[in-house]
């Protein structure tokens, strides 16, 4: 069974940091590319970053300065450091894997995790 699950969530002021994990199982983890994504209420979902296989990372480009994915294979874990957060970072923030080989096949989701930034 997969599971993906997200911790590290909660309430920050404007300006603080925060380190997203996402914990994976049940999956060949190094084969699946990790994104991170986020929604607002009222709002679509929206991308945030992501980590290939091979540890090349992507942004969205607003928030490239300010957060960074990394990912640890032997961990099977997707982290997000968020820093300098604003009140519009607000969202539950979401794990995301898809697979990019013939044995690692098919998208997966988390739970999410709620990030509240306010003062």
């Known amino acids: 069974q997969v599971q993906l699950v997200e911790s590290g969530g909660g309430l920050v002021q404007p300006g603080g940091s925060l380190r997203l994990s996402c914990v994976v199982s049940?999956?060949?983890?190094?084969?699946?590319?990790m994104t991170w994504y986020r929604q607002s209420p009222g709002k679509e979902r929206e991308f945030v970053a992501t980590?290939?296989?091979?540890?090349?990372?992507y942004y969205n480009g607003p928030m490239k300065d300010r957060f960074i994915i990394s990912r640890d294979n032997t961990k099977k874990m997707v982290n997000l450091q968020a820093n300098n957060l604003k009140p519009e970072d607000t969202a539950v923030y979401y794990c995301?894997?898809?697979?990019?080989?013939?044995?690692?096949?098919?998208?997966?989701w988390g739970q999410g995790t709620q990030v509240t930034v306010s003062s």
């Open positions: 995301n894997a898809m697979g990019t080989a013939w044995d690692a096949t098919g998208e997966f």
């Open positions: 049940g999956l060949k983890f190094a084969k699946y590319d």
């Open positions: 980590i290939a296989t091979n540890g090349n990372p």
